[in-house]
Nanobody
Framework: QVRMVESGGGLVQAGGSLRLFCVAS????????MGWYRQAPGKQRELDAT???????NYADSVKGRVTISRDNAKNTVYLQMNSLKPEDTAVYYC????????????WGQGTQVTVSS
């Protein structure tokens, strides 16, 4: 089991940036991948980015070039740097932990709200 707490969300104008943080209650090195998902109002949760322990990344087409996922194993922390934000990026963002890198999330954080105004 692992508990993950996200922070860093908030209200930002279009074109702005935010950095999301995800702190885990235990080492994240044991997970083959960590990720970020989003859920916009009225929509299903969808993948934004994943990062494996080997350093491989996977980004949704909608965020490529604007978003960077990174991790600090020593701090049990995963980051999501988001630039050039758009109103359609408004969503609750969830940190995820994956036991297998090619599988969906096994654990979810509670989410952090990001609102982008036009």
């Amino acid at each position: 089991q692992v508990r993950m707490v996200e922070s860093g969300g908030g209200l930002v104008q279009a074109g702005g940036s935010l950095r999301l943080f995800c702190v885990a209650s235990r080492t994240i090195f044991c997970f083959n991948a960590m990720g970020w998902y989003r859920q916009a109002p009225g929509k299903q949760r969808e993948l934004d980015a994943t990062l494996t322990t080997g350093g491989s990344t996977n980004y949704a087409d909608s965020v490529k070039g604007r978003v960077t996922i990174s991790r600090d194993n020593a701090k049990n922390t995963v980051y999501l740097q988001m630039n050039s934000l758009k109103p359609e990026d408004t969503a609750v963002y969830y940190c995820t932990a994956h036991v297998k890198s090619d599988h969906g999330p096994d654990y979810w954080g509670q989410g952090t709200q990001v609102t982008v105004s036009s």
